[in-house]
């Protein structure tokens, strides 16, 4: 009877230790997570702003987006999700190549992986400024190489034909995380089965699509998702590089909710307009999360 006395006390004492050890977590996903989302889902509801009262309009900031009041609200949608269709397949097109290239057992590989990944740790902030540089229609190196091989000058970042296509290029700069998470999928591909596929005969896309592919599918789902995710919240791209010019052809989602926040005071339609982003992104991460097993092996199964 002692014996489990003292086991109960010594669990009541490992539960407080645990709860003590979670508590900074807990406290910090309250104050910077949960109660700012709940703080921003009630001011959706009201036209608060910084320099005037505040006051509950119900889903009038939901109608009049969706109803198209807002003309910029579908533009910005629409201009975010293109950007997303063409950026999410060739940055991970892009990073398994390079992956695959960096996989081999080649001389210096591992400074060739540093200076692949190199690229996605400099602060966006300056990566746009070079190049901002680079694209300058009248004095960018870009253009100058273009001139030195007799092809005309392009517009780039000015055009609003071609602006989305050059932040979808200048978005491959910046595919170095996802690059590293290939490689590491990459070397756990059991090395018998590439043996085999040599064995019998196959080639280099025989072993790619029979047995690298299918084993990696979990490591592309999870670049797929997390590439869905972070093309929806693109922001500083548009916000130093273009402003969401021109002609607002570059007005993503996230670049449109600043403005409303920080330009036109206007937090509570802000609000409604990121909580639209939430969904979206929710609805379409279970869209993908649903389709998963036609597609995704795991080893287990």
């Known amino acids: 009877m002692k014996e489990k006395i003292k086991m109960t006390h010594r669990e009541k004492r490992e539960n407080v230790a645990g709860f003590l050890f979670c508590l900074p977590c807990i406290l910090g996903f309250l104050f910077f997570a949960a ?25 009038d900031n939901y109608v009049r987006l969706f109803a198209g009041q807002d003309p910029y609200f579908y533009k910005s949608l629409t201009v975010t999700v293109i950007y997303v269709v063409l950026s999410v397949p060739t940055s991970i097109v892009f990073a398994f190549l390079i992956a695959s290239l960096l996989n081999k057992s080649v001389k210096g590989k591992g400074l060739f992986r540093t200076l692949f990944y190199l690229p996605s740790i ?33 517009k780039w970042l000015s055009s609003e034909s071609t602006v989305i296509p050059t932040l979808v290029f200048v978005n491959l700069w910046t595919t170095g995380s996802t690059m590293v998470i290939f490689l590491a999928g990459m070397q756990d591909v059991p090395r018998q089965l590439i043996e085999a596929v040599e064995i019998d005969g196959g080639g280099v896309t025989a072993k790619l699509f029979h047995v690298i592919v299918p084993i990696m599918t979990p490591t592309i789902f999870y670049n797929v998702v997390m590439g869905f995710i972070n093309g929806f919240q693109i922001f500083t791209q548009s916000y130093v590089m273009t402003q969401g010019g021109p002609n607002n052809a570059s007005l993503f989602y996230v670049y449109y909710l600043y403005r409303e926040s920080f330009q036109f005071m206007r937090m509570g339609n802000s609000c409604a307009i990121a909580w639209i982003l939430f969904v979206i992104i929710m609805i379409l991460t279970a869209i993908l999360f649903k389709f998963q097993n036609r597609w995704v092996y795991y080893g287990g199964e």
């Open 35 to 59: 109660i700012p989302m709940i703080i921003s889902f009630i001011m959706s509801f009201s036209d608060y702003s910084i320099v005037k009262e505040s006051h509950f309009v119900g889903v």
């Open 122 to 154: 400099i602060p966006i902030v300056a990566m746009g400024a070079i190049w901002m540089w680079i694209f300058n229609p009248d004095v960018g190196l870009a253009n100058t190489l273009l001139k030195a091989v007799g092809l005309p000058p392009n």
